[in-house]
C-alpha cells in the first residue's frame, strides 16, 4: 500500500518570495512541498487575523509548518488555527524576550515607524532591515531573494516584526538557529538546534545541512 506524502508548507521571511527555499531538498516521495507567498494585510489588521487568514491556506491535518525569520513568527502565530504534525521554525525567535536590544528599542521609540517604504525600497534597504548592514557579500546573497515591494505589507510587516507581544514560547516549537545570526543573536535564545558557523541567511547557504536536519526532524 503506497504511503501518503507528509505535507510540508514553507513560510519566507520578511519581504522574501519562494525562492530562499531552492536549496531545501526534500524528497518528492515523501514530502509534498509548499510555499505559502505573503498575502497583503488588510489595512489595520492583527498578526492574529493575518496569520488566521494563512492558515485557511492549509487544509491538510498533521501537516508540517516551517517559518524562516519573520515567517517564523507568523507560522507560530498560524499554528493556533490549525492541527499540525510538527512546527518548525528557522533563524526566528520564540517570544519578545528572544528580540535583539536594537528591536526592543524601536518598539520602545517607535523608530520602526520613520522606515521610508512610501519610496519602495530598493532591495539594498530591504536586505540591510532583514538582515543587518554586514558584508556586502552576504548583501548581495539576500538581495536577489527579497522582492515584496507592496508599502502597506511592508509597513505592516515590520511593525509586527517589531512589536510581537508574545510572551510564552510554544511548547511544541523546533527551533533551529545559526550560532552566527546577527539577527536574532543566539545569546538571546533558548532550547534551540544550534547549527556551528550558521548566519541569519542560512536557508540559503546551509541548505543541504537544512534538508537532512528537517528529513530528521520530520521523520521522528
Same mark, same amino acid.
Given at each position: 500500500?503506497?504511503? #501518503?506524502?507528509?505535507?510540508?508548507? +514553507? $513560510?519566507?521571511?520578511?519581504a522574501?518570495?519562494? #525562492?530562499? +527555499? %531552492?536549496?531545501?531538498?526534500?524528497?518528492?516521495?515523501?514530502?509534498?512541498i509548499?510555499?505559502?507567498?505573503?498575502?497583503? *494585510?488588510e489595512?489595520?489588521?492583527?498578526?492574529?487575523?493575518?496569520?488566521?487568514?494563512?492558515?485557511?491556506?492549509i487544509?491538510?491535518?498533521?501537516?508540517?509548518?516551517?517559518?524562516v525569520?519573520?515567517?517564523?513568527?507568523?507560522?507560530?502565530?498560524?499554528?493556533?488555527?490549525?492541527?499540525?504534525k510538527?512546527?518548525? !521554525?528557522?533563524?526566528? $525567535?520564540?517570544? %519578545?524576550? #528572544?528580540?535583539?536590544?536594537? !528591536?526592543? +528599542?524601536?518598539?520602545?521609540?517607535?523608530?520602526?515607524?520613520? &522606515?521610508?517604504?512610501?519610496?519602495?525600497?530598493?532591495?539594498?534597504d530591504?536586505?540591510?532591515?532583514a538582515?543587518?548592514?554586514?558584508t556586502?557579500?552576504?548583501?548581495? !546573497? =539576500?538581495?536577489? =531573494?527579497?522582492?515584496v515591494?507592496?508599502?502597506? =505589507?511592508?509597513?505592516?510587516?515590520?511593525?509586527?516584526?517589531v512589536?510581537?507581544?508574545?510572551k510564552?514560547?510554544?511548547? #511544541? $516549537?523546533?527551533? &533551529?538557529?545559526?550560532?552566527?545570526?546577527?539577527?536574532? *543573536?543566539i545569546?538571546n535564545?533558548?532550547?534551540?538546534?544550534?547549527?556551528?558557523?550558521g548566519?541569519? &541567511?542560512m536557508?540559503?547557504?546551509?541548505? %543541504?545541512?537544512?534538508?537532512?536536519?528537517?528529513?530528521? &526532524?520530520?521523520?521522528?
Amino acid at each position: 500500500m503506497k504511503s #501518503e506524502k507528509t505535507p510540508v508548507f +514553507f $513560510v519566507p521571511g520578511l519581504a522574501a518570495g519562494e #525562492e530562499i +527555499f %531552492r536549496n531545501i531538498e526534500l524528497p518528492g516521495e515523501f514530502y509534498d512541498i509548499q510555499v505559502l507567498e505573503w498575502q497583503i *494585510p488588510e489595512k489595520n489588521e492583527t498578526l492574529v487575523s493575518y496569520a488566521k487568514r494563512m492558515a485557511q491556506r492549509i487544509t491538510q491535518k498533521n501537516a508540517v509548518l516551517v517559518g524562516v525569520s519573520f515567517g517564523g513568527v507568523v507560522a507560530q502565530e498560524m499554528s493556533q488555527f490549525l492541527e499540525l504534525k510538527q512546527l518548525i !521554525i528557522i533563524s526566528s $525567535v520564540k517570544s %519578545r524576550y #528572544e528580540l535583539p536590544r536594537r !528591536i526592543k +528599542f524601536a518598539r520602545k521609540t517607535f523608530f520602526y515607524k520613520l &522606515i521610508p517604504t512610501s519610496l519602495v525600497l530598493s532591495a539594498e534597504d530591504l536586505t540591510k532591515f532583514a538582515i543587518g548592514p554586514r558584508t556586502e557579500k552576504r548583501l548581495r !546573497i =539576500y538581495q536577489e =531573494y527579497l522582492h515584496v515591494r507592496d508599502k502597506q =505589507y511592508l509597513d505592516w510587516a515590520i511593525k509586527q516584526m517589531v512589536c510581537w507581544s508574545r510572551k510564552v514560547p510554544i511548547n #511544541e $516549537v523546533i527551533h &533551529i538557529h545559526g550560532d552566527k545570526d546577527v539577527v536574532f *543573536p543566539i545569546k538571546n535564545i533558548q532550547g534551540a538546534i544550534i547549527l556551528q558557523g550558521g548566519t541569519h &541567511i542560512m536557508i540559503i547557504n546551509k541548505g %543541504r545541512w537544512l534538508s537532512k536536519k528537517l528529513i530528521e &526532524i520530520i521523520g521522528k
